[in-house]
């Protein structure tokens, strides 16, 4: 269920506007004439669209949920719909399901559908069940499990889900080449988060065509509209992001993604990551976002805007069956600069495939009907390439003067 109040209809929106992916819905909504408020955390680029009309500042967590029922009551918002830009909005809309439901159309599931995705060990068990295939992961409640586990070097430790506080939860994962050092790193992040939410999973090293996601838009289980991806550039090889993403047509990727969204009877907007296995030639589940993902953005260009489809579908609207076409590429500019440059001087990419690759792509921030967001951008590089710089300057100027 998207809400509580099926007569309600979405008049405008409220973003939570914390990374780059807000972005995406407030352009999406406001080139389609829908009014869009963002909740700000003074990071992200979103703010200075021309398609947000009105921003607030992002309060703590636990006063989040107070802020959105107060300007709803304050501004008259009923009916509004709010979208997640991450994991912590989700699950805190999911939180307060029923409290923010009598004010706004949610465009995420509730904490019984949307838990599957957030932690990790649910995702699995349900792809268990669903005959979809994940890396082989070990759930250790000791030190002892970790000495006696059996699976393949490298392994990966990272958190089940990333709601918590502590420097684990929030990070990504860390990599540990035998069992030595993954001792040494559970021992290190024992003591900074519960045992329980500690996976470690063995790593399936990273390289060209491995880098997969399937992203949809679904009701009951039933997939509305789908697009496939691939991730060709990521931010850092072993953890990072996709920077360079181009759509294609993948089916051994989209048939366990469609069982999985099935089995879970989902509904709102999902990516599901896939990565390739080499040694047994199987694409492995990685991770499920039950929101708005990263490379959203370039979907429209394929034929497929989804947040404004996961506004008509709130509507009430029919949706035919949309696939987003093959051969569209976009790029994070920026980012995607900076790992080219590292892996050109790795010698894993060359300038002339560097450039080559840049014909044609959609940019992320680059877009001419709101250039405000990407000269922002250019000048938060600028600034902080400056900043690198000056620090190479003096720390050169002090060894001078020491020898």
Known sequence: MLKQDQSIKPQGAVVFATSYTALAIVRSLGRHGIPVWILDDGLSLARFSRYVLRSFPLPA????????????????????????????????????????????CLSTPPWDVLQWAVDKRLTYQLAAEAGVAYPKTFYPKSRLDVEELAGQFPMIMK???????????SGRGWWAKDRNELLTLYDE??????SSVMMIQEMILNGADTQFSYAALCKDGNVLADIMAERKRLSSPEFGVGVYVETLERPEIEAPAKRWLEKNRYTGLVEIDFIFDRRDGLYKMLDVNARAWGWIAMCADAGVDFPFLMWKLSNGEHISPVRGHAGVCWVRTLLDFEASVRAILAG?????????????VRH????WDDLKPALMEFRQFTN??????GKVVSGRAVYDSLT
């Open 61 to 104: 967590e636990n006063e989040q949920h107070k802020l959105l029922i107060e300007i709803a009551q304050k501004y008259d918002l009923h009916g509004w719909m709010l979208f997640p830009d991450g994991d912590k909005g989700a699950t805190l809309i999911a939180n307060y399901y029923s409290e923010l439901g009598e004010y706004y």
């Open 159 to 169: 958190p089940a889900h990333h709601l918590g506080q502590d420097a684990f939860s």
């Open 189 to 194: 992040m024992n003591g900074l988060a519960d």
């Open 348 to 360: 894993s990419l060359s300038l002339r495939q560097y450039l080559a690759s840049l014909k044609g």
């Open 364 to 367: 992320e921030m680059y877009v």
């Open 384 to 389: 902080r390439a400056f900043r690198k710089f």
